[in-house]
């Protein structure tokens, strides 16, 4: 097998056996969703119910203004018995629409298939993309129709499918390419069109090696779509790795994807286009893994998107012990939340529930300049020197060394020895040249 890598990187333990080899299974729909207007990035959407209006499935609910931004969809049918603030998996407290299910399964009437999907033109597709509510399934929720817009002087000679889920605990997207290959390949197809591209390919790390048969299988004949597999390494699945393991090409520092000549999509998203296109149905529902030792029962579910993390637990058997922390997406690059009673999103790739060790929390050392940090580092970037300046509070230092090109992808602290959390200091030190920015973006205009 021919494969692929970037530089950099480090072996994870992949803790994926719980469920790569479990088939996705439909979950439950709760007695009430819960739909925050924040789903993607961008400003949040505003509602377009009210308390007591009745809704059905596919109905647009949310919407935004400008460019970047991705409709909201109900989930279910039902009444919306309130809008209110609900803990977001982000972390912060949202709006969300409530929405009480009548169980009637009602789609709304813009919800139609289209005959004829073939004959669409590239802006047509662009515009059912939008309005079916599309972002990025991998987690990052980047409206998808701004990725397939056209941009003056910029083309796509690829599109490349990420298939290759480096975090540990997931397997939502390797049981979608099993299950469902041949719809990945049907959006794939539509995409190409909508960005008048020629060159397709779908990544896919080795640890799936049944994934890679498959495609490999189903795209023998083709001239414009390509199988790349991958060598297991983390962080594989950032964009600006993946566009270097595949092609060679370098995202230039602050430049995006088509800089290089290259639009990503996540496989789930590819899927999801192609049921919007050819089915008119938006973004209602995804796979969802639910994984970890601190859970009975580890499943990949597909869950309608307002579904809490504590009824998927509940259908998994409950917890399996003491819980030490619930994590909203992978183990690396999720957020820890401080309660089950928190909505899937169109972002939710995983839940990873951890059962306590008894082990005492430990402590963070000096650093021992050992280098390991920088030797990990996908970026090429200095983490104990971003760290040394955040704690001086040399923000404008710490701009100057990349600090702002840190993925936060957590390579650094996994193999510190001295246990220092160099991805909070380094993640402060943004924050804090965001803010900076900020306010003399804002001085700027006052004068």
């Not at 662009?126 to 701004?146: D, M, Q, S, W, Y």
């Not at 390494?233 to 602050?254: D, F, M, N, W």
Request: charged share 25%.
């Amino acid at each position: 097998m021919n494969t692929s890598t970037f530089k950099g990187g480090i072996h994870l333990p992949g803790y994926k056996e719980g469920t790569q080899g479990l088939p996705i299974v439909l979950a439950g729909i709760p007695d009430k969703i819960y739909l925050p207007v924040s789903q993607h990035i961008g400003a949040p959407c505003v509602p377009l119910v009210q308390v007591g209006d009745e809704v059905k499935k596919g109905q647009k609910i949310a919407e935004g203004k400008g460019f970047v931004t991705a409709p909201i969809h109900a989930s279910v049918s039902g009444k919306v018995v309130a809008i209110e603030k609900k803990q977001h998996p982000g972390g912060n407290f949202v709006n969300c629409i409530v929405i009480e299910n009548d169980y009637k399964e009602e789609w709304a009437d813009t919800v139609k298939p289209n005959s004829h999907p073939e004959e669409l033109s590239a802006e047509e597709i662009r515009k059912i993309i939008f309005e079916a509510g599309i972002v990025g399934l991998g987690g990052a929720t980047f409206p998808a129709h701004v990725k397939l817009a056209p941009v003056e002087g910029k083309k796509a000679d690829y599109i490349l499918l990420n298939g290759v889920e480096c975090e540990p605990y997931i397997t939502a997207d390797h049981r979608l390419m099993l299950e469902k290959p041949e719809r990945i390949v049907a959006g794939l197809r539509y995409i190409l069109k909508s960005t008048g591209c020629e060159q397709g390919i779908i990544a896919i790390e080795e640890n799936k090696p049944d994934a890679i048969a498959l495609f490999q299988k189903m795209l023998a004949k083709e001239k414009n779509i390509r199988v790349q597999a991958l060598k297991e390494k983390y962080p594989q699945g950032s964009e600006k790795h993946l566009i270097y393991a595949c092609t060679q090409r370098e995202v230039p520092v602050g430049g995006l994807p088509l800089d290089a000549g290259v639009v990503v999509h996540n496989v789930g998203t590819a899927a999801a286009i192609a049921d919007a296109v050819e089915e008119g149905i938006p973004l209602i529902q995804r796979i969802v893994t639910l994984s970890g030792d601190g859970v009975n029962k580890p499943t990949n579910y597909l869950v309608r998107l307002g579904t809490l993390f504590s009824s998927l637990i509940e259908e998994s058997g409950g917890y399996s012990g003491d819980v030490e922390k619930i994590i909203a997406g992978g183990l690396m690059m999720g957020k820890t939340v401080f309660t089950a009673e928190i909505p899937v999103i169109k972002g939710s790739s995983g839940i990873v529930v951890l059962k306590k060790t008894g082990k005492e929390k430990e402590r963070e050392y000096s650093c021992v300049r050992c280098a390991k940090c920088v030797d990990a580092c996908p970026l090429f970037l200095e983490p104990t020197t971003l760290v040394k300046l955040a704690k001086r509070r040399l923000w404008e230092e710490a701009e100057q060394n990349n600090a702002l090109s840190c993925i936060e992808c957590g390579s650094c602290v996994f193999v510190c020895p001295a246990r220092i959390p160099l991805v909070q200091y380094i993640r402060r030190a943004k924050q804090e040249i965001g803010a900076l920015k900020a306010k003399a973006k804002s001085a700027g205009g006052k004068k």
